[in-house]
């Protein structure tokens, strides 16, 4: 589909006249060089990319395109070989190790399209986990967690197991994990790629209405019909983006 540019012009404008102007995520000439066995893969090449707090944006294209790697790199699990990531006007680059470790847990919550819940643990302890880490006081990661699981429609279900939950179920409360620490933004990597199609809408309705509530979302797809529930979709290939467009409008 062929981006309009009068529509991309007057979206430009709406989220800079909504925005107050500095991006939470900005990405200047960023590249990702992978080496093994003599190989370099360029996983990304000059990647310029602002994200604005509270929008929601896909990062689409086929595998292999670089998707999970610039989301990785968004969210501090890896590096970039090269350029400039500014994250709350902050460079990443100048954290130190604990510096980097308390932002990815403060700022960033992820979702997988594998879930990456623990079995052992319930759903309660799934979205409790993370609290944990970060020493938050036991009243309060309770209020936090029924509040989580509240959002997502779970809290009904505390002490299930993962196994216990259908796929669709498993996604909310890897949600809801990742909305327990109320990060500044909410980073999914094929959210719906292990999900059928109704328990992938119910999950794209979901990220939605997070949206709707403010929630800031940066959600990689490969699959073009869930791209379309973003505000703006950026697409990849071969590591660069080649293509960027605001959604039609929104339904509400
Ligand atoms: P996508 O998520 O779009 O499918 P990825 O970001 O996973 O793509 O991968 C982009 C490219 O980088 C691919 O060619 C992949 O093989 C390569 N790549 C990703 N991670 C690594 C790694 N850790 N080591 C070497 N190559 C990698
Ligand atoms: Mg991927």
Redesign the pocket.
Known sequence: MEPNPQTQVAGDAQRRAGSSGTPLIHLEGVT?V???DE?E????SGIHLDIQKGEYIA?A????????????ILGLL?SPSDGTYILNSKSVADLTLSERTRIRNREVGFIFQAFNLIGDLTVYENVELPLTYRGMPSAERKARVQESLEKVGMAHRIKHYPSQLSGGQQQRVAVARALGGKPSVLLA??PTGNLDSKNGEQAMELLRNLHREGATICM?T?DPRYARHAERTVR?FD?RIVDESMAEAQEV
Not at 41 to 44: P, R, S
Request: overall charge negative; some cysteine.
């Open positions: 990702k992978f080496y093994t190989v893969t360029h996983a990304l990062i294209g086929p595998s292999g395109c670089g998707k999970s790697t610039l989301l990785s890896d990597d094929e990689v490969h990849l590591g």
